[in-house]
């Protein structure tokens, strides 16, 4: 429900209010596109280039590869239940991004230029890599689990901040996108049924998290750079390592999910 509320919160400050209308299109500079984005060159718009996975026209192939791996990561370990969790977040992620922008207007209370005003609440982008993200992590086993986190973590930083640099969406856009990734993966352990009997949750290195989340902030600065304006790119490097934190906070903490928590040691305690 956070995470809803959290969605909803962004749409009617950045989407629905018109001092948040200008704040978010303050960040586009009139007749200047994304070439000054550092990461231009592999946004797929640069003539001839090829697009880091889920940006521009790879968006398609990255969500059908994904759901492939899923499917066939499912039937290998077979663990029906958190694979059809795992197709249930994408799924449902994407459809709520695609309906986001069909029944959520973006009002023009600002007189804005006309290529500022198409909705573009939530990012499908943004969307695709974190509900992917989430969903490897739940069919993932423990021992691996981390670091498909710590990968997904890193995606997400990068391709948020590709899609704010080379001006494809606002900050809001890639907030809401990330949180209803987040609101569909807490939502999908709920409803796991809880495995009673399972082995003891396998801790993660102490330094991981931090580390993750270095290279996430990392991999948010040079994906969000732009070289007309230093504060663009501090805005955009923070939204996306924001998204990031916020993917890595929602899944890291695995004796909070539904198909754990009956397995938990220290759980078992409490309860106990």
């Given at each position: 429900?956070?995470?809803?509320?959290g969605?909803?919160a962004?749409?009617?400050?950045?989407?629905c209010?018109?001092f948040?209308?200008?704040?978010e299109?303050a960040?586009?500079?009139?007749?200047?596109?994304a070439?000054?984005a550092?990461?231009?060159?592999?946004?797929?718009?640069?003539?001839?280039s090829?697009?880091?996975p889920?940006?521009?026209q790879?968006?398609t192939?990255t969500?059908?590869?994904g759901?492939?791996a899923?499917?066939?990561?499912?039937?290998?370990?077979r663990?029906w239940?958190?694979?059809c969790?795992?197709a249930?977040?994408?799924?449902?992620?994407?459809?709520?991004?695609?309906?986001?922008?069909?029944?959520?207007?973006r009002?023009d209370?600002?007189?804005?230029?006309?290529?500022?005003?198409?909705p573009?609440?939530?990012?499908?982008h943004?969307?695709?890599a974190?509900?992917?993200?989430?969903?490897?992590?739940?069919?993932?086993?423990?021992?691996?689990?981390?670091?498909?986190?710590?990968?997904?973590t890193l995606?997400?930083?990068?391709?948020?901040?590709?899609?704010?640099?080379?001006y494809?969406h606002?900050?809001?856009d890639v907030?809401?996108?990330?949180?209803?990734?987040?609101?569909?993966y807490?939502?999908?352990?709920?409803?796991?049924?809880?495995?009673?009997?399972?082995p003891d949750?396998?801790?993660?290195?102490?330094?991981?998290?931090?580390t993750?989340?270095?290279l996430?902030?990392a991999?948010a600065l040079?994906?969000?750079?732009?070289d007309?304006?230093g504060?663009?790119?501090?805005?955009?490097a923070v939204?996306?390592?924001l998204c990031?934190?916020?993917?890595w906070?929602?899944?890291?903490?695995?004796c909070?999910?539904?198909?754990t928590?009956?397995?938990?040691?220290?759980h078992?305690?409490?309860?106990?």
């Amino acid at each position: 429900m956070l995470c809803l509320v959290g969605v909803l919160a962004v749409y009617l400050i950045a989407v629905c209010n018109p001092f948040g209308q200008r704040a978010e299109n303050a960040l586009f500079t009139e007749g200047v596109g994304a070439g000054p984005a550092w990461i231009y060159d592999w946004s797929g718009q640069a003539y001839g280039s090829l697009a880091l996975p889920p940006l521009n026209q790879s968006a398609t192939p990255t969500l059908i590869v994904g759901v492939a791996a899923v499917a066939a990561i499912t039937l290998i370990r077979r663990n029906w239940w958190q694979g059809c969790a795992a197709a249930g977040v994408v799924t449902v992620t994407l459809a709520a991004t695609q309906a986001g922008k069909m029944f959520l207007p973006r009002p023009d209370l600002i007189g804005a230029h006309v290529s500022l005003v198409d909705p573009s609440f939530p990012s499908g982008h943004v969307g695709i890599a974190a509900a992917l993200s989430l969903a490897f992590a739940l069919i993932a086993s423990p021992r691996v689990r981390p670091y498909v986190l710590a990968t997904g973590t890193l995606w997400v930083a990068v391709t948020g901040g590709a899609v704010l640099a080379t001006y494809h969406h606002r900050p809001s856009d890639v907030l809401g996108s990330t949180l209803l990734a987040c609101a569909c993966y807490r939502l999908a352990t709920r409803l796991l049924p809880p495995v009673v009997g399972a082995p003891d949750v396998i801790r993660s290195p102490r330094a991981l998290p931090a580390t993750a989340l270095a290279l996430a902030a990392a991999g948010a600065l040079v994906a969000g750079a732009r070289d007309d304006s230093g504060t663009q790119s501090l805005i955009f490097a923070v939204t996306a390592f924001l998204c990031a934190a916020l993917l890595w906070l929602t899944a890291a903490d695995g004796c909070s999910s539904a198909r754990t928590r009956h397995a938990c040691p220290a759980h078992r305690r409490r309860e106990g």
